[in-house]
């Protein structure tokens, strides 16, 4: 409490001596008037299940295997058709390659949807389990790593917000599976080419340190990865705010915002490629 009441008490004074109005000072009065609008408690949290809960979706281990599952599950509903020799006939007709898009695509989305609830339930009844659930509805600002936040939720509440940028981040993950595997004659070419993206901008995020305040477009790459979209935690620790062309704007929304654009232009690609196949002999 008293590391959240000094740097309140920096904010205020460094913002009433301020002249100038730089896109920092900005986003440092945007963080204080966040912490003035919401009253968050920090009670004494001596047990671990509280931190434990945030943390199944923080270590690496958890998110990567989600994404395991879906690139193993997606990475061939493309390519597989010319490993099997079935793309001539399922490219018959023009009306045929929409309807077979639109149905891979709702059978993307259920599967993503499947293994993320299936997972995120067997992770926390495995740590209900190991540590009890927490008996009181503590404060994420309780936790260990998160006494600065301005989120004025309880740790399960956060626990739901990991849970739905999982989703997200799976759905984005699957649309970019589909996507390189309609361009791909082998499953191993998606696998690979997605999973390092995954895997190299989350090694990113865990490797460059984050600034205070603002982001830099040092530091972009990883705050904006899938890998800090399901996690959460280092983007909303403290005020982390993203000057968007003028805007300046939580990183996690623009975040939210960049995966969700990255998962349309995904799809429109992925739809472009498939019902402009031609079909072979």
């Known amino acids: 409490m008293d590391r959240r009441n000094n740097l ?8 009433s001596v301020a002249t100038e ?48 599952l879906i690139l ?60 009890h659930g927490t008996n009181t509805d503590i404060s994420a600002a309780s936790t260990f790593g998160l006494s600065l936040t301005p989120f004025d939720g309880s740790v399960y509440d956060f626990c739901m917000r990991q849970v739905f940028g999982t989703l997200l981040a799976g759905l984005v993950f699957g649309s970019l599976t589909i996507c390189i595997s309609v361009y791909s004659k082998h499953a191993l070419i998606p696998f690979f080419v997605v999973g390092l ?15 205070d305040y603002l982001s830099t477009l040092h530091s972009l790459p990883g705050e904006l990865s899938l890998f800090m979209l399901q996690t959460q935690v280092e983007l909303v620790q403290t005020g982390y ?11 996690l929304t623009v ?8 998962m349309g232009l995904s799809l429109i690609l992925c739809h472009l490629g498939y019902v402009r196949k031609q079909v072979k002999e």
């Open 8 to 15: 309140i008490a920096e904010l205020e004074d460094t913002l």
């Open 21 to 68: 109005h730089s896109t920092l000072l900005q986003a440092k009065k945007l963080l204080l008037e966040q912490y003035q609008r919401n009253s968050v408690s920090i009670e004494l949290n001596l047990e671990r299940s509280a931190n434990n809960f945030i943390d199944i979706n923080h270590a690496a281990l958890f998110p990567g295997l989600i994404m395991l």
């Open 72 to 131: 193993v599950g997606l990475a061939g509903i493309y390519s597989d058709e010319s490993v099997y020799g079935t793309q001539a006939v399922i490219l018959t007709t023009q009306k045929g390659r929409q309807g077979v898009f639109f149905s891979k695509l709702c059978a993307m989305t259920i599967y993503v949807i499947f293994v993320v609830i299936v997972m995120e339930t067997t992770f926390f009844v495995s740590t209900v389990l190991c540590y």
């Open 197 to 211: 993206f995954y895997g190299g901008t989350a090694i990113y995020a865990n490797s460059v340190p984050f600034p």
């Open 241 to 251: 705010y993203t000057n968007l062309f003028g805007f300046i704007l939580p990183t």
């Open 255 to 262: 975040n939210v915002l960049f995966n969700l654009i990255l």
